[in-house]
């Protein structure tokens, strides 16, 4: 038997991403950073501003919404009346946005991209999305930074509920890597979730209330918004920081958004592994 390869080639290759990858925590922190800094290597290689893009992209975002929103078509919060109270509440929610769709526009395709890599050297595929949320983790350090600068600059705050927010980013953290682990899969094994996906945070993004307050919803509706997993995070941070109101249940309901995507993407990738290995 171990000398026919047809034998022995379809085991080596279910277990190519998982048997001979090492298991012991300290061994994959340290795998994981090596591919972090192997990201942000390429991720700025040959751009003239380098590493500032980090900071110039969501700066630049939160100013072009502002601009057409705040100013352009004078959109008001009710609740937050300080003179950019407009600016605070777009920025709570692009604080949540922002890394969360660049770890899930990253992370869809980080298994496909490397193939090839997964087929050669066995390693924990779980490294691959979780450096895509990684990645974006300095994206939301300072979406966050700044909210807490300017919130407080504007009076608004600090509120004893801000000792909520460091739970909030964890709850943020999970849920967008369960979700990135499982779109990376099936990405992986149903080449078109790509697409899929890139339209779909397309939708998501005017479904969340991030340009507009969720006062300016019809109250029948609100409760719908507890069925998107980013805008139960854009209200809890909200309330978190800025004292504004959100739909009764919007903390449960964020719990069990986090363990239905956060676990359930976890047990999806982890299920989806003997696919992966024979798709290697």
Request: aromatic share 14%; with cysteine.
């Amino acid at each position: 038997m171990a000398t026919d390869g047809s034998m022995t080639r379809p085991a080596s290759h279910s277990t190519a991403v998982s048997s001979a990858a090492p298991r012991n925590p300290r061994q994959l922190w340290v795998l994981w950073r090596y591919w972090m800094v192997r990201e942000f290597k390429t991720r700025y290689a040959g751009s003239v501003l380098g590493f500032a893009w980090a900071f110039v992209q969501p700066l630049a975002t939160l100013a072009i919404f502002y601009v057409l929103f705040g100013l352009v078509l004078a959109v008001r919060v009710p609740g937050l009346d300080v003179s950019n109270g407009y600016l605070l509440h777009l920025l709570a929610g692009l604080a949540v946005w922002l890394p969360f769709t660049d770890a899930i526009g990253r992370g869809v395709g980080s298994l496909a991209a490397y193939e090839d890599f997964l087929r050669k050297q066995p390693m924990p595929a779980e490294i691959l999305p979780a450096v895509s949320v990684g990645g974006s983790l300095l994206v939301l350090g300072i979406g966050y930074g700044l909210l807490l600068i300017l919130s407080v600059a504007q009076g608004v705050g600090p509120y004893a509920s801000l000792a909520w927010l460091p739970v909030l980013v964890l709850a943020q953290i999970a849920l967008t890597f369960g979700l990135t682990l499982l779109l990376s899969m099936a990405h992986f094994l149903w080449r078109d979730v790509g697409s899929m996906v890139a339209f779909a945070l397309q939708l998501w993004f005017y479904l969340t209330p991030v340009v507009y307050p969720l006062s300016q919803v019809p109250e029948k509706f609100h409760n719908w918004f507890l069925f998107n997993p980013v805008a139960c995070l854009v209200l809890m941070v909200q309330s978190t920081v800025l004292h504004m109101p959100v739909p009764s249940g919007t903390p449960l309901a964020l719990v069990v958004w986090v363990v239905l995507l956060g676990g359930g993407g976890w047990w999806f990738f982890r299920s989806m592994k003997s696919a992966l290995g024979e798709a290697l």
